[in-house]
Nanobody, 121 residues
Framework: QVQLVESGGGSVQAGGSLTLSCAAP????????MGWFRQAPGKEREWVAT????????YYANAVKGRFTISQGAAKNTVYLQMHSLKPEDTAKYYC??????????????WGQGTQVTVSS
């Protein structure tokens, strides 16, 4: 079992920046991907970005490409999501996720509790 603990959410004006963190205290060498999903009220949970630990590759949803950056910390059990040029439509609860399908919400093995991001216009 891998516990995921998110932090860094908050409120910001459009055009601003936030950085989310996700720590996995029980991280193991078998963990192969960590990433972020988000869910706005009344909408399905959608994939945002994934970092593949073995190869160091990062992938992004089109909606955030060029504005968000996912990276692994020096401690391999932490990933960050740097969010720039935030838009009101980025408002959602952001969830850290690990393993399983990696980019498919239906196939994720482990979820964090989520952290709220609110972007005002």
């Amino acid at each position: 079992q891998v516990q995921l603990v998110e932090s860094g959410g908050g409120s910001v004006q459009a055009g601003g920046s936030l950085t989310l963190s996700c720590a996995a205290p029980e991280y193991t060498s078998s963990t192969y991907c960590m990433g972020w999903f988000r869910q706005a009220p009344g909408k399905e949970r959608e994939w945002v970005a994934t970092f593949f630990i073995g190869g160091g590759d990062a992938y992004y949803a089109n909606a955030v490409k060029g504005r968000f950056t996912i990276s692994q910390g020096a401690a391999k059990n932490t990933v960050y999501l740097q969010m720039h040029s935030l838009k009101p439509e980025d408002t959602a609860k952001y969830y850290c996720a690990a393993d399983g399908g990696c980019t498919d919400a239906q196939l994720i093995d482990y979820w964090g509790q989520g952290t709220q991001v609110t972007v005002s216009s």
